[in-house]
T-cell receptor, first 114, second 115 residues
């Protein structure tokens, strides 16, 4: 699995945009870049994923570098409910096409200040 | 539209006791995963089922850990002769057939404390 590097922690003010970076320089060509977040006392929650192009959904945007060695999760307007640990996870299917486990790193603890 | 359900939410056991943790995945989800999360760390993979078949159990830390999914739906993770190092949050996740990188849906876990 590709190794990822994320800041241990970040702070943001409420209602401001947040850019969460992730380096994944050893990512393989078949790995999608997944982002999950984990709120306190809850299981991880899927946020977004992409392969090469930038992606948007109702929760966030994902900007992927052209060389795919890094990506940035963008929360357009942080709320207090966005305070969580954010995990960046390169992930692909197995060679047989079946599911594979997610490999979590340490993630980034996001604190949102009111 | 129920999500992944895990029970019990909390479990306290004495060292040496056996415990059983239950996971009810989202209906129709083929893939089921178990993860273990120690305090302050990210979840770590334990085992994976595709329907009733256990395709990967490489993450199980010892032979005291056993998982089953006999009818391809509900799964149980059993830990025999529990040790203090087994204290952790045990997470279950399910996903649809992974034809195009479907996300995994997690339950809120069972927090296991071994005294």
């Amino acid at each position: 699995d590709a190794k990822t590097t994320q800041p241990n922690s970040m702070e943001s003010n409420e209602e401001e945009p947040v850019h969460l970076p992730c380096n994944h320089s050893t990512i393989s060509g078949t790995d999608y870049i997944h982002w999950y977040r984990q709120l306190p006392s809850q299981g991880p929650e899927y946020v977004i994923h992409g392969l090469t192009s930038n992606v948007n959904n109702r929760m966030a945007s994902l900007a992927i570098a052209e060389d795919r060695k890094s990506s940035t999760l963008i929360l357009h307007r942080a709320t207090l409910r966005d305070a969580a640990v954010y995990y960046c996870i390169p992930h692909s299917l197995s060679s047989s096409g079946s599911a594979r486990q997610l490999t979590f790193g340490s993630g980034t603890q996001l604190t949102v200040l009111p | 539209g129920a999500g992944v359900s895990q029970s019990p939410r909390y479990k306290v056991a004495k060292r040496g006791q056996d415990v059983a943790l239950r996971c009810d995945p989202i209906s129709g989800h083929v893939s089921l995963f178990w993860y273990q999360q120690a305090l302050g760390q990210g979840p770590e993979f334990l085992t994976y089922f595709q329907n009733e078949a256990q395709l990967d159990k490489s993450g199980l830390p010892s032979d005291r850990f056993f998982a089953e999914r006999p009818e391809g739906s509900v799964s149980t993770l059993k830990i025999q002769r529990t040790q203090q190092e087994d204290s952790a949050v045990y997470l279950c996740a399910s996903s649809q057939v992974n034809l195009d990188n479907q996300p995994q849906h997690f339950g809120d876990g069972t927090r296991l404390s071994i005294l």
